[in-house]
């Protein structure tokens, strides 16, 4: 289908999808480096004796079977299903500052089979006897939601597990050209490429003409280290911590002037991965996101101005959550009007009556957390006043500001 733009602004548009056309290489033209499959079918596997539907947790990644609903951009955790699970709203998000670093979420299915077989049917890599899981991979959303808060929803997913046909899998040869193509897809410009096409399904032959950013030197680090500390939540992702660490990493800055973004979060990085590595403060990641869309608008030679018109014309769901979406002075989401986020933060009414409060009362909320294994638990959950919310389009102009101050405008 045909993307259809605004008039007013569909020459600004325009040039931004010949900037995607400009780089002159595209996903495709990596061959077999690149395998963009899927691991299980839902039904078919079910069928065969591979996977049969069970509700549990589970011990290792070799038990999981990942589902869509399972991760949200630049979230490998973003939810687990409930205890029990029957429909697609059957799923509690999680809370990333209280969760142990071995976690594992609940799954919906399980081998079926003996590890042996179960391993044995796993898909290889081309030519070779090398099972694709045994290596970290993306995951992605396989419906494309054109009309949702985002199209394109990537994830970095640990060795072990693998996924059923609502997701499709990525590997990559190198871990470098991975997180290239995470960073890449957990941004907005590209979000807004698929969007573009209208497509209702990350289809490979879509995905292959997604274009090869192949940045160098200190603008690789920055991408991969925002995109290894939105991921690496968990101990899982520790030897890839360990393997792609750059000393780099520790010279990058927040590109905001926040004290909720401590400037720790770079330069106390070591290539020991530890609890405290990834970034787990709602804020924080919202500002590694944004971020990210700066440094691949800038890869891609987009202007402020384009990334700015794709953000407020094509992404009209998420920009309606920004609006709404109220931080307090720790980070975390004290209210927040997005879908995608059910039981986080406080109801419309609590909101309405704490919004106004002074600098350092404190809000609290007990919960009822029964997205870990040993059943439900109650959690009291603080929110510090003052609350505010951000703004996308102005948080863009100030990361875009500096660093032209640290790097020169681009060309």
């Known amino acids: 289908g045909q993307a ?21 290489r595209r996903l495709g033209d990596l061959g077999d480096d690149v395998v963009i499959t899927m691991h299980w079918n839902e039904t078919t596997a079910q069928t065969d004796g591979t996977i049969r539907r069970e509700t549990r947790c589970v011990d290792g990644p070799e038990d999981l079977v990942l589902s869509g609903p399972h991760f949200f951009v630049g979230n490998p955790l973003s939810k687990t299903p409930r ?10 998000g999680f809370d990333l500052e209280a969760m142990p670093e071995t976690y594992w979420p609940r799954t919906n299915y399980v081998p079926a089979c003996d590890a042996a077989e179960y391993r044995r049917r796993l898909p290889r890599w081309p030519g070779t006897d090398r099972v694709m899981t045994d290596g970290y991979w993306v995951a992605l959303r396989a419906m494309l939601a054109q009309n949702g808060e985002r199209t394109l929803i990537p994830a970095l997913m640990p060795p072990g597990l693998a996924s059923v046909h609502t997701c499709q899998a990525i590997h990559a040869r190198s871990e470098t050209l991975l997180l290239d193509l995470l960073a890449l897809m957990s941004s907005l410009p590209c979000d807004y490429r698929i969007r573009s096409t209208g497509a209702g399904g990350a289809y490979q032959s879509l995905l292959t003409r997604l274009p090869l950013l ?7 680090a920055a991408l991969h280290v925002r995109a290894l500390l939105l991921n690496c939540l968990t101990t899982a992702y520790a030897p890839l911590w360990a393997e792609v660490f750059d000393p780099a990493f520790t010279r990058e800055t927040w590109l905001a002037s926040d004290p909720r973004l401590p400037a720790s979060t770079f330069t106390a990085l070591g ?25 691949v608008a ?32 720790r980070g975390r989401i004290v209210f927040t009007a997005n879908k995608g986020l059910p039981g986080v933060g ?29 059943g439900p638990r109650q959690r009291v959950i603080e929110y510090v006043a003052p609350f505010d919310r951000r703004d996308r389009v102005a948080d863009y102009a100030t990361a875009w500001a500096m660093l032209d101050a640290r790097e020169g405008s681009p060309t």
């Open 4 to 24: 259809r733009f605004p008039t007013v602004h569909a020459t600004s548009l325009l040039a931004v999808l010949q900037k995607f056309a400009a780089v002159p």
């Open 83 to 92: 205890a029990r699970c029957v429909t697609s709203a059957d799923y509690d």
């Open 214 to 220: 192949e940045p160098t030197g200190a603008r690789r």
């Open 271 to 295: 290539s020991t991965w530890s609890w405290e590595t990834p970034v787990r403060s709602a804020l924080a990641r919202r500002q590694l996101l944004v971020e990210l869309d700066v440094l």
């Open 298 to 329: 800038r890869e891609l030679k987009l202007t402020l101005d384009e990334l700015q018109t794709v953000y407020r014309l094509q992404f009209p769901v998420l920009r309606q959550y920004e609006h709404d979406t109220w931080y307090d002075a």
């Open 346 to 374: 406080l109801t419309r009414s609590e909101w309405n009556g704490v919004r106004h409060l002074p600098p350092g009362e404190v809000v609290t909320r007990t919960v009822t957390d029964d997205t870990q294994p040993g």
